[in-house]
């Protein structure tokens, strides 16, 4: 009875351990997931790899139609602050950042801050993403990766943040969940 209680928690600890460290310190990454990206066209060449974006830099355009059918063109934006957070529609420790993103987008919309939640693995689809926003209760604009914002922005970690300005230049940059106090705190910064 003691030998199998010990197997019971040894096998247990052994899985916590794999799953901790196989997400790489705690955080899921997508380093060996599909990235999802649009077929090419014609002539298209697929471009270099992106240089690694970080603060300071100019934020990639790109033009992606959310699940309500509205068209977010980051071009479009000039003027207001832009939160870029990439998930996926499968992804359950996504949920907690798209809540703080909806409180963010309450308190916030109407000072000039926009958000957009970009599901960039190659798993995603539009059940997914209606049912990460129903389940997990969060009102955010969604997309799917339609425009490569996944090799523009090298998004290769799920709950990957960028807060641009409303100049267009990266103002904060992270890849792991962010609290609903440092949201607050990073935009108070620049609004």
Same mark, same amino acid.
């Given at each position: 009875m003691r030998t199998n209680k010990l197997l019971i928690v040894g096998g247990v600890t052994v899985i916590i351990l794999v799953v901790y460290f196989g997400t790489k310190n705690g955080y899921l990454s997508v380093r060996n997931a599909e990235i999802s990206q649009p077929a090419l066209s014609g002539n298209s060449v697929p471009s270099s790899p992106p240089s690694i974006l970080g603060v300071g830099q100019k934020a990639p355009d790109f033009k992606l139609t959310t699940l309500d059918s509205?068209?977010?063109?980051?071009?479009?934006?000039?003027?207001? /602050?832009? #939160?870029?957070? *990439?998930?996926?529609?499968?992804?359950? /420790?996504? #949920?907690?950042? *798209?809540?703080?993103?909806?409180?963010?987008k309450e308190e916030y919309s109407d000072k000039g801050v926009e958000i957009i939640g970009v599901a960039f693995t190659k798993g995603d689809n539009d059940n997914f993403l209606k049912e990460y926003k129903e389940v997990g209760g969060?009102?955010?604009?969604?997309?799917?990766?339609?425009?490569?914002?996944?090799?523009?922005?090298?998004l290769t970690r799920l709950e990957t943040t960028y807060i641009i300005n409303k100049d267009g230049v990266i103002t904060y940059k992270d890849e792991q969940i962010t609290s609903y106090e440092d949201y607050k705190k990073e935009l108070d910064k620049i609004i």
């Open positions: 509205k068209e977010f063109r980051l071009v479009d934006k000039k003027g207001k /602050t832009v #939160i870029l957070f *990439g998930m996926a529609g499968w992804c359950s /420790t996504c #949920i907690p950042e *798209g809540r703080n993103l909806t409180k963010i969060i009102d955010i604009p969604i997309a799917l990766d339609t425009d490569n914002v996944a090799q523009k922005y090298n």
